[in-house]
């Protein structure tokens, strides 16, 4: 079974166009593909790994300080 982006590009190349015959193009046009792309399945990974890692943490405690040293600053 032919994918979709080598459908794409052969019906392409019958033609006389000879920029399609580039090695950038074609690696662009064999990049398309048929692919499940789950975005918010890999936020929920992204956002898990930063909580078990312990950057939230991090995180908090930076914003706190942060708002400390500001509030000493400000005088």
Sequence with gaps: MIHLAE???LSLMTGSQTWLYHPAMINFLAT???KD????GNVQ????????TG?????IIGIVV?????G????
């Design 55 to 59: 950057q939230v943490w991090a995180l």
């Design 37 to 40: 792309v789950d975005i918010i």
């Design 72 to 75: 000493f600053t400000s005088y």
């Design 45 to 52: 990974t992204a956002f898990h790994k930063f909580v078990v």
């Design 7 to 9: 459908q794409y590009l």
């Design 32 to 34: 398309i593909s048929d």
């Design 66 to 70: 942060g708002y400390m040293f500001k």
